[in-house]
């Protein structure tokens, strides 16, 4: 049986790195530097620099380099300054709406779930991976449309509660909302979101969906507030996923605590460094053991898995040889070194090629000295989907995004092109990483 192990890496406090072992094989990896830590998910207690009325969008000062990007439709009706009735009013429709593309999405989803079905998408472009953090953004865009324009309710030096949702690139500010999200291990708390929640999309069987809908239906959600249930939640029962949603909602209120104590700009939230998001995001439970090198990493990682699952606090273990690195022990480090080359061997003899440009990344898949076929056309379909099963995992360690354009070998029988497509959606379905995946076109080339 292969064993699968997660190992961390916090010997040195300049660098954290976390890494998932599938036997030998290297899976998952995320570093994180002091020096720039990640800011997607803090939350800050921001002012308004300036309203912007062409772009219909605010410039906030949270306290970062530059100052962010916070469009119209992310401000909640709460800060409109405006009457009190007409503010309520807002907000009622504002669930209302939200409410009813829920329902229709949970409706929709449910009809289209057959777990017989094995056959791909019909649809050109088929939407994988995510895991239920990801749906916030799209939950968030189900806003009706508002009777204001900004200038006309949100004002220069106005105080805001903000979370940012994507880090500052370039010359480019971190994108903004007010529209606030807190994830835990099996749930996601929006805390100033009404109506809003549901099942993770990405939670496929019918009869899970129907039961974790009765087990949110007991939570005793409190007004203005919504829940969604994560993928890692799929088959908790019903106390697990209360203590987690009872964690978060001590999590907000001690964020109301805070706010009420600070002067803008000031940090009030910080997202989770690196060791707490691997053991909340990335950990499973067929993940045998977790070796931490460093004291102080470790005793963050005890005490963090104590919170989230205590039956497998005994699972974090401390790495003691301190001859070998844990990274070297376990020929990660090797491993890594292979990903700083463009050119990737497969087992099979082929082998693909990963360049990196302006516009989009391209992987080309070749057959090299592969010949496991009896004929070209068996070659090209094992080699390929040897190739589909790397190009996931290389996607996902070397952190590729933005269009990716895969050029397989060709085929000749549309049944091997569909078996390919197939393989490559199975290999990045478990991604956390939302994902748009196309059909392999007549030129060999998917998308």
């Known amino acids: 049986m292969t064993h699968k192990r997660m190992l961390i890496d916090a010997a040195h406090p300049e660098e954290t790195r976390v890494a998932v072992l599938n036997g030998n094989q290297l899976e998952e990896l995320d570093v994180e530097s002091s020096a720039r830590r990640q800011l997607k998910g803090n939350i800050y207690l921001a002012t308004v620099t300036r309203v912007e009325p062409s772009l219909q969008a605010a410039f906030i000062d949270y306290g970062g380099n530059r100052h962010g990007f916070l469009a119209f439709s992310d ?223 470790y005793r963050a990682a005890k005490d963090l898995m104590k919170i989230l699952i205590p039956s497998h606090a005994k699972k974090v273990q401390p790495y003691k040889d301190s001859t070998v690195p844990l990274f070297s022990r376990y020929h990660i480090e090797t491993q890594l070194e292979s990903m700083i080359g463009r050119e990737v061997k497969l087992k099979s003899g082929g082998y693909i090629v990963i360049d990196s440009t302006e516009a989009l990344v391209a992987i080309d898949v070749n057959s090299g000295r592969a010949t496991r076929g009896r004929n070209i056309e068996e070659t090209a379909l094992k080699t390929n989907l040897e190739a589909a099963n790397e190009v996931a995992r290389q996607i996902r360690l070397r952190d590729l995004a933005g269009l990716i354009v895969i050029d397989f070998i060709d085929m000749d029988f549309h049944r091997n092109q569909t078996s390919v497509e197939r393989r490559l959606k199975e290999a990045m379905h478990r991604d956390r990483a939302k994902i748009q995946i196309g059909r392999i076109s007549p030129f060999g080339l998917l998308e």
């Open 75 to 297: 401000i909640h009706p709460d800060y409109y300054q405006i009457p009190v009735s007409d503010r309520e009013q807002l907000i009622a429709e504002d669930e209302e709406a939200r409410a009813a593309v829920t329902e229709s999405d949970e409706d929709e989803e449910e009809e289209n779930l057959d777990p017989k079905d094995t056959n791909p998408s019909s649809k050109a472009i088929e939407t994988i991976g995510g895991d239920g953090i990801d749906e916030v953004e799209d939950r968030r865009r189900n806003k009706p449309i508002r009777r204001y324009k900004i200038q006309e309710v949100i004002k220069r030096r106005q105080i805001l509660l903000v979370q940012i949702v994507k880090e500052e690139r370039g010359n480019k500010g971190a994108a903004l909302t007010t529209y606030l999200s807190l994830a835990g291990r099996y749930c996601v708390l929006m805390p100033n979101t009404g109506k809003g929640g549901g099942i993770s999309r990405k939670i496929g069987n019918n009869i899970d969906r129907k039961r974790l809908k009765s087990v949110v239906s007991t939570l005793e959600i409190l007004e203005g507030m919504a829940v969604i249930v994560r993928t890692a939640g799929a088959e908790r029962g019903k106390a697990e996923i209360k203590r987690d949603y009872d964690y978060l909602i001590r999590l907000w209120n001690e964020i109301r605590e805070l706010t009420l104590e600070s002067t803008a700009p000031a940090l009030i939230r910080e997202e989770a460094n690196i060791i707490k998001r691997s053991l909340r995001d990335v950990y499973t439970r067929d993940i045998t053991d977790v070796l931490v090198e460093g004291d102080e990493g």
